[in-house]
């Protein structure tokens, strides 16, 4: 079983839509709960990261992680077109400098 | 991102020959990571390293493979002999000196390698 396990997509919506991404972890131990976007060629960057569970919101984006049920997700409220990008879950053990990624999902929100 | 700064942004080499990564931290960043990013794949943490010193490297291959950070100049990632394989984007990322928390890890554009 892989250490985070990502659905990898592809994934298309209509602008304005609500989008859920979501992954799950397999070890108890990861602590620490990051989603990068990667534009195609670049490289990633940092949206939102989570420390154990509850909820997290930065504007159109919101971050969830559920350490009973090893569940994380990242929301997108109002997508837009320049939301289209791979998005990559990552968990960290505390003390680690580590980031195990998942395989990221690639978005498209179509005008 | 773009204080992280990578180079060559593309690389092709012959089998058999070797590719040199080079990865220049943020300003004031003192530790550095490599990650490789297979085709279809995410990123794969390689090794981490401090000035002058390798903190982690579970990620890198037994052989072939090694990485410096030397008290001046970038961080190096060295491929000797590389094959088809070795094809990929590598990215290197920095943090802080002071906290050196992974979430504070700011990724460069990468290195695409190509091995013909």
């Known amino acids: 079983q892989k250490e985070v396990e990502q659905d990898p997509g592809p994934l298309s919506v209509p602008e304005g839509a609500i989008v859920s991404l979501n992954c799950t972890y397999s070890?108890?131990?990861?602590?620490?709960f990051m989603w990068y976007r990667q534009y195609s060629r670049k490289g990633p960057e940092l949206l939102m990261y989570t420390y154990s569970s509850g909820n997290k919101e930065d504007g159109r984006f919101t971050a969830q992680v559920d350490k009973s049920s090893k569940y994380i997700s990242l929301f997108i409220r109002d997508s837009q077109p320049s939301d289209s990008a791979t998005y990559l879950c990552?968990?960290?053990?505390?003390?680690?400098?580590?980031?195990?990624f998942g395989k990221g999902m690639k978005l498209t929100v179509n005008p | 991102n773009a204080g992280v700064m990578q180079n060559p942004r593309h690389l092709v080499r012959r089998r058999g020959q070797e590719a040199r990564l080079r990865c220049s931290p943020m300003?004031?960043?003192?530790?550095v990571y490599w990650y490789r990013q297979l085709p279809e794949e995410g990123l794969k943490f390689m090794v981490y390293l401090q000035k002058e010193n390798i903190i982690d490297e579970s990620g890198m291959p037994k052989e072939r493979f090694s990485a410096e950070f030397p008290k001046e100049g970038p961080s190096i990632l060295r491929i000797q002999q590389v094959v088809r394989g070795d094809s990929a984007a590598y990215f290197c990322a920095s943090s802080p000196m002071d906290r050196g928390l992974n979430t504070e890890a700011f990724f460069g554009q990468g290195t695409r390698l190509t091995v013909v």
């Open positions: 990552a968990t960290s053990q505390g003390g680690s400098e580590k980031l195990v």
């Open positions: 070890n108890s131990a990861f602590q620490y």
């Open positions: 300003k004031g960043h003192s530790h």
